[in-house]
């Protein structure tokens, strides 16, 4: 997965909602690291870093290790429910539930 780096010095903040560009990015991150390592082997530090923010920056936004882990969580599983859910919407009956449990 190819990360998005800002030249030194720029706000990646700028430009939108802050709160939502903040969460995003912090996710984002978090997502990468725990795909590469695990949760049990990520930190905070590591999380903010690979965001390209400051801890305090990753506090204020998101919350601590545990909220990491369920805001990532949270957004996988809304992931595969839209994914599910526009694989089935055309069908409909037991093709349907047959087509939800294989996507």
Not at 55 to 66: F, H, I, M, S
Not at 79 to 84: G, K, R, S
């Amino acid at each position: 997965m190819m990360r998005h780096i800002e030249p030194k010095g720029a706000d990646w903040l700028a430009g939108g909602n802050r709160h939502e560009l903040a969460v995003e990015r912090i996710y984002a991150a978090a997502a990468e690291l725990i795909l590469e390592r695990g949760f049990q082997r990520i930190s905070v530090d590591e999380v903010a870093e690979r965001a390209g923010c400051s801890r305090a920056t990753l506090y204020r936004y998101v919350g601590g290790k545990k909220a990491i882990q369920d805001g990532v969580i949270s957004r996988a599983v809304e992931a595969v429910a839209l994914e599910v859910s526009a694989a089935v919407e055309p069908l409909e009956g037991e093709q349907r539930v047959v087509e939800a449990v294989l996507a």
